[in-house]
């Protein structure tokens, strides 16, 4: 199932509606668990709906029998109404295309005397937070087994186990990202940076950013200066919410 699939049948409105078949749904769920684009559509229509949903009810109860309630009533149906159009609005609304900085002629592949390399290419770990899925397949629940290990900081038992998601799932960003953080948590710098190119390599996802950034810290550990900063000009012509720091990151480098 695509984004493509999902905008044109209306799948995400099915879905919060109840009206999705169980194989559709596990469909759906199996797309959008890596797709930020199609959970963010999920959770706005399920306050739309919420909020459709208060309001009908307060129509029901009778309390609605002076005219100024009845308006206020009227309102949240058509703000809630007004909602759901505007999820549809801006989820089909193409994103700007990033734009790369140049990089700079003769730019160095080294770094400035006295830059401590082992200081900039640490990295914080990213959180871990379940998707809300109403069913999950076994590689699924693979998956979120290892990244209990991963959230208890158990980054090298995690590795087999994420191995294992990645094995049954080769197409899975997720899997394969918090697999190469664990290498890279571990300074096993080539294996986190295969993990990490193949994230990039597997389209668009809510994890290509930071494979980038991350790709870009294992770099600078191993004193590739020039491919960190290709990264880095990377990460900043995303435009995401790593551009800040890797445009500091840059000017460090420099």
Not at 170 to 190: E, M, N, T
Not at 220 to 241: C, H, K, Y
Request: glycine share 6%; hydrophobic share 40%.
């Amino acid at each position: 199932m695509t984004c493509d699939e999902i905008e044109r049948d209306d799948i995400a409105e099915q879905y919060v509606a109840g009206r999705l078949g169980d194989e559709d749904s596990a469909r759906f769920e199996a797309h959008y668990f890596d797709c930020a684009r199609c959970l963010d559509r999920v959770e706005q229509l399920e306050s739309a709906h919420s909020a459709l949903a208060t309001a009908a009810a307060a129509m029901n109860t009778g309390v609605t029998r002076s005219p100024r309630r009845l308006w206020q009533v009227v309102g949240g149906l058509a703000a809630a109404a007004i909602l759901v159009l505007a999820v549809r609005v801006i989820q089909e609304s193409p994103p700007p295309s990033p734009v790369e900085p140049p990089s700079t002629a003769g730019e160095r592949s080294k770094a400035a005397p006295g830059v401590d390399l082992q200081k900039l290419g640490a990295i914080v770990p990213p959180p871990f937070t379940p998707p809300r899925l109403r069913s999950t397949s076994e590689s699924r629940r693979e998956f979120l087994s290892a990244m209990e290990t991963y959230t208890a900081g158990n980054y090298a038992g995690a590795i087999p186990e994420l191995e294992r998601a990645v094995r049954a799932e080769p197409a899975s960003p997720a899997a394969r990202f918090f697999l190469g953080v664990c290498y890279l948590q571990l300074d096993q710098r080539p294996e986190a940076i295969e993990h990490l190119r193949e994230v990039t390599r597997l389209g668009e996802s809510p994890y290509v950013e930071d494979a980038h950034f991350f790709v870009a810290k294992a770099s600078i550990r191993s004193g590739d200066i020039e491919t960190a900063r290709r990264e880095l000009r990377t990460v900043i012509g995303l435009g995401g919410n790593r551009r800040d720091e890797a445009t500091l990151l840059v000017t460090e480098l420099q």
